[in-house]
Structures are given as C-alpha cells and as structure tokens.
C-alpha cells in the first residue's frame, strides 16, 4: 500500500526497560551508521520499549490504493529511542506483525524490519491477560536445526487485577509529562549521554505537542547477483503524525520473558539482561495516527 497510512483505533502498550547504551550504540553503528555514516544516529537513553499495538483499520490515503479497503492489523516491535543532530527519532530492530500485507508494506515500503508472527494481548486495557509472541525461529543454529515455532516473547502483569483507574482524555501534553517524570526517575544518572535531560525535555515536548513521531528505518534488499551484499540500502526517516489521541493512562508493571535464539538473538543485541525483565514503566494509549511518506537520510 502507498503511504501516507491512516491508522485509526490503535492501541498502543509499552513497556520501558534498562537496556546497555554500548549495546544499542553497535546495533545502531553496525546498521543505521553503516550507510549513513559513523557517528550519526546515537542511542539518546539506555532503555528500549517494548511496544504492543493493536490497530484496528489501516489504509493508505492515497488513489488509486485509497479505493482498494482496509484491514486491521497487530504490531509488536523493540523501540530504540536514537538521536541525530539533536533530533529524537524511534529505531525498532525487531517487529512483528500477523498480517502479510502489513509485513510487506512496512518491508518494502519503509524498511520496518517485519516478520510474521501469531500475536496474543488482552481485549481492554482494563482486562487483565498477558501478551504474547510465537514466531518462526531457529533456537541453534546447525545444518541440522529446523525452523520451528516457538513462544518467543511474553508480558506478564505482575497483578491479577484491572489497571490502574486514570485517564489522561486525549490531553497529549500530560501523557508526555506524565510519562516524562517517571522515565526521569527510572534514568537518574545522564552523565555521558548524547544530549541532555533539558534538551530531551525540549525535543520531546515539541513533538509531543506537534504530533510527530520520527521514525528511523533500515531499507535493504539482498543482491541476487552477489549474496553477501546488499542491491540496495537506505536508511529513511518518516514521521508517524498522531492525529488524535483517544484515551491512555498507567498499567502494571509486567514481567518480560525473552526467549534466546540464534536467529533472533533480542535480549543479546539489545543490551537487556538475561532471564526476567521488569518494566517498572508501563502505560497505554488509544489514537489515530498517520504514517507519512518517508525521506531519504543516506543510501546507497
């Protein structure tokens, strides 16, 4: 489908992990940096966000795939917030979806690192229920190992009752603050980072106020000529531009189970500790957004 997207009723989970700032400066060195050059996206915080989205009608604004119908769609992904030129964008190396025609749009389009995957989440925020990855993965890597499906991801409340009573009532500008000072206490410690507090205060706060998202994306195809390089890389930024935010509040803290394999090494790439993670940070949000057309950064 052509872009601009309109995603209407989306809602969006994330979770908020401590992550390792060197490991996410390789991933954003070896992948984004690559093409666009050393030293140009940095990691802004050690943390990810696990992100875990049910949209439910997606479809491009645009004739002639405007006429063609919609489709709803679930997206869980690893955020990594990156920064180039002070700017504050989103760079998600792992993404799953469980629709084929958002994996190839977001794929071939953009350059969403996309698989297809069986996805599982509670129907309300206020219904309790864990959330849920089966993907298609090989645990070890042998001439011998066959490709299988495996619950590779899970979240978990760490209470068995509806969340917590609030809402922010489409006031973007709160959410941001809100989310902001408790994301504030989780990184106490900002000594060595690309920008400062202050500055990440500023950037976000005009973007939250404006509506856009940056996102920050690795475009590749492999070369049928030559199978150890790439025909074609780009890295691409567009903006995911929030239309309306509906609602949103605070959950529980969840627990966070990644299971290790060696095609989808997350918790090693990432820079998150082994065994069970705890989001300490975890909210939801419901809203229509609009994901515009992207810009070329670098290629090649």
């Keep these: 489908m052509a872009p601009p997207l309109q995603l209407n009723g989306a809602t969006m989970y994330s979770f908020v992990v401590p992550a390792d700032l060197g490991a ?6 070896e992948q984004l940096n690559a093409v666009a050059g050393p030293g140009t996206y940095k ?4 943390i990810v966000a696990i992100v875990c989205a049910d949209i439910a009608d997606s479809f491009s604004t645009v004739p002639p795939d405007s006429e063609k119908g919609w489709m709803s769609e679930r997206d869980f992904g690893v955020w ?4 180039r030129d002070g700017k504050i964008g989103w760079y998600l190396p792992y993404v799953f979806v469980d629709n084929v025609a958002a994996m ?19 129907p309300s925020p206020s219904a309790p229920g864990a959330f849920s990855v089966d993907a298609l993965v090989i645990p070890k890597f042998s001439p011998e190992s066959q490709a299988e499906v495996l619950r590779l991801m899970t979240m978990t409340s760490t209470e068995d009752a509806p969340a917590p009573a ?9 959410a941001f603050e809100d989310v902001f000072f ?14 400062s507090m202050w500055e990440i205060l500023k950037n976000a706060l005009a973007e939250a106020i404006s509506g856009n998202v940056p996102m920050v994306f690795l475009k590749q195809f492999r070369d049928a000529t030559d199978p150890t390089k790439a025909c074609y890389q780009a890295v691409i930024e ?9 609602d949103g509040w605070f959950t529980h803290p969840h627990d966070i189970t990644i ?9 090693a790439e990432c820079g998150l500790a082994s065994g069970t993670l705890r989001s300490a940070i975890a909210f939801w949000c419901k809203m229509d957004f609009v994901m515009e057309a992207g810009t070329v950064v670098a290629e090649r």
């Excluded at 996410?24 to 060195?29: E, N, R, S």
Aim: aromatic share 6%; with cysteine.
């Design 24 to 29: 996410l400066q390789k991933i954003c060195d």
């Design 43 to 46: 990691p802004l915080l050690p």
């Design 80 to 83: 990594i917030p990156v920064v």
């Design 104 to 122: 190839v749009t977001g794929r071939e389009v953009f350059g969403f690192f996309k698989q297809t995957a069986t996805l599982m989440m509670p």
């Design 166 to 174: 609030g809402s922010w009532a489409g006031d973007v500008k709160k």
């Design 182 to 195: 408790e994301l504030k206490a989780l990184v106490k410690d900002v000594r060595g980072l690309p920008i």
């Design 238 to 246: 567009a903006p995911a531009h929030l239309a309306k935010l509906h």
């Design 259 to 267: 299971v290790p394999a060696d095609s989808h090494p997350i918790a």
